[in-house]
């Protein structure tokens, strides 16, 4: 009894040592990154913040107020309720929407080929994929003054279609409406499939050898390969790349602006194309704001409801560690028994 006191006397202060070493650790770093908290709190809150209280007035530069005395002209909620009511605010998202639906889904397709046609090693691999990550690398207003050059009535576009095709061709690809709005998809295209490529390949570098040389074995083609066991373990890397680009897209204004200012007319017009000309041009802060708070809240659900499957997979993959960690242990158990009992 008296050593077993003594033992537990004695670990008593090493336990409470170790317990208040831990909190004076977690209160030091916990102190450490507290300017880091309130540099990126201010850099979010602060605009956020301004962005709520001019959404309630009717505020603008040329009012002559500063922003705080915004306050003067106090409308509370009706500015939500005119960008609600605003056909042009509707048409816009639905732009985007369709832009970023096709962008993306073209951008994934492509993206997966080049990585599947990637993952194997030949001859020249690393030039080639050099070369098609290079778009990516382009500042995107010049990729922008690019292919306005590009896709001129008289520019080489048409030049070299006309040599293709017969007769002679003029497509107005940035002066059609119909067209404009697939002529920025094709700029958005050209230089983010190679983000997509880029992500896939890593996921696809990582798919297990053996299992794929398994079923190869077992005679299993391609086909049965890619859907059965790429694409379930590629499924987390697919939905992120597909999320990060989205996300990307709907903020997309570079393309949109450089080659057609939004047009012809409406015709191109993205949600922050449109953003920018109600503040830049009709001087209609309170309104854009107000806008801009409205697009925030539907991409915040959005992108809740865009995450969830990846929280599944996260679960789903850790109780299947745990699973597999159980079943370890089960197993090891009774073959250590008779080792001890052979040893004995």
Do not use: C, H
């Not at 732009?95 to 889904?105: D, M, P, Y």
């Not at 995107?140 to 009535?153: C, D, K, N």
């Not at 798919?207 to 190869?216: C, G, K």
């Not at 989205?246 to 949600?271: C, H, N, V, Y």
Request: hydrophobic share 50%; glycine share 8%.
């Amino acid at each position: 009894m008296e050593a077993g006191s003594t033992e537990t006397g004695r670990q008593a202060p090493a336990k409470g040592r170790l317990s208040t070493f831990a909190r004076s650790e977690k209160a030091t770093a916990g102190t450490l990154i507290t300017p880091s908290r309130l540099v990126l709190a201010f850099i979010i809150l602060f605009p956020a913040s301004v962005a709520i209280y001019i959404g309630f007035t009717e505020w603008s530069p040329v009012t002559g107020d500063q922003w705080w005395e915004a306050y003067k002209s106090w409308v509370w909620f009706d500015q939500y309720w005119a960008a609600l009511n605003e056909t042009s605010f509707w048409l816009a998202i639905w732009r985007t929407v369709l832009i970023t639906g096709v962008a993306v889904t073209v951008e994934f397709i492509l993206g997966l080929v080049l990585g599947l046609l990637f993952v194997e090693n030949f001859r020249g691999r690393g030039i080639l994929t050099v070369i098609f990550l290079m778009p990516m690398m382009v500042v995107p207003a010049v990729s922008g003054f690019i292919f306005f050059m590009l896709l001129q009535r008289d520019g080489p576009v048409n030049d070299a279609l006309s040599i293709v095709l017969p007769g002679e061709v003029r497509i107005g690809w940035l002066q059609d409406p119909s067209i404009a709005p697939w002529s920025v998809m094709m700029v958005d295209i050209w230089q983010w499939t190679p983000l997509m490529f880029l992500i896939l390949l890593a996921g696809l570098v990582a798919v297990p050898e053996d299992q794929l040389n398994q079923a190869r074995v077992l005679g299993a083609g391609f086909y049965y390969r890619l859907r059965y066991i790429m694409v379930p373990m590629l499924k987390p890397v697919i939905l992120i790349a597909i999320i990060i680009r989205a996300m990307e897209t709907l903020k997309l204004f570079d393309q949109s602006w450089l080659l057609t200012r939004g047009g012809p007319g409406e015709a191109s017009t993205t949600i922050s194309v449109y953003l920018f000309r109600e503040v830049f041009q009709n001087a209609r802060w309170g309104f854009a704001s107000a806008a801009a708070i409205l697009i925030l809240i539907f991409v915040s659900v959005l992108a809740i409801f865009a995450i969830r499957p990846i929280e599944r997979g996260q679960e789903e993959t850790l109780e299947e560690m745990m699973v597999e960690s159980a079943l370890g242990d089960d197993d090891q158990g009774p073959t250590s028994i008779p080792s001890e009992r052979a040893g004995s």
